[in-house]
C-alpha cells in the first residue's frame, strides 16, 4: 500500500498550490479520502474529506471557501486544490485513506509554506 503525496512547496501569501496523492496497493474506489495538517509545535487536524464516491465533501472552517478536495478514481488519485493561501496555512500535508475498521493508511507527507 502506498500514498504518495505531491505539489507542495513555497508560495506568497494570496497564491494557489494543488496537492495530489497517488494510491496504490488497495482498491482505491472504497475508501473515503481526506487531506491532514500538522503545523510545527501543533496538532494534526483534518482540512478536507471526500466519500467514495465524491458526492460528499466536509471541510474545516479554517479552509471553507478556500480549498476544494476533489477525486479522480480512474487515476486512484486524490487531490486539494488550495487557493487564498495564508500564513496560516503553513503545514505539512498528509493524505489518509480510510475503510471501515482496521483500514486505514497515511502518505509522508507534502510541506506547503505560504511565506512572502
Known amino acids: 500500500v502506498q500514498l504518495v503525496e505531491s505539489g507542495g512547496g513555497l508560495v506568497q501569501p494570496g497564491g494557489s498550490l494543488r496537492l495530489s496523492c497517488a494510491a496504490s496497493?488497495?482498491?482505491?474506489?472504497?475508501?473515503?479520502m481526506s487531506w491532514h495538517r500538522q503545523a510545527p509545535g501543533k496538532e494534526r487536524e483534518l482540512v478536507a474529506s471526500?466519500?467514495?464516491?465524491?458526492?460528499?465533501?466536509n471541510y474545516a472552517d479554517s479552509v471553507k471557501g478556500r480549498f476544494t478536495i476533489a477525486r479522480d478514481n480512474a487515476k486512484n488519485t486524490v487531490y486539494l486544490q488550495m487557493n487564498s493561501l495564508k500564513p496560516e496555512d503553513t503545514a505539512l500535508y498528509y493524505c489518509?485513506?480510510?475503510?471501515?475498521?482496521?483500514?486505514?493508511?497515511w502518505g509522508q507527507g507534502t510541506q506547503v509554506t505560504v511565506s512572502s
Open positions: 489518509h485513506a480510510i475503510r471501515g475498521r482496521g483500514y486505514s493508511y
Open positions: 496497493g488497495f482498491t482505491f474506489s472504497s475508501y473515503d
Open positions: 471526500i466519500s467514495t464516491g465524491g458526492g460528499s465533501r
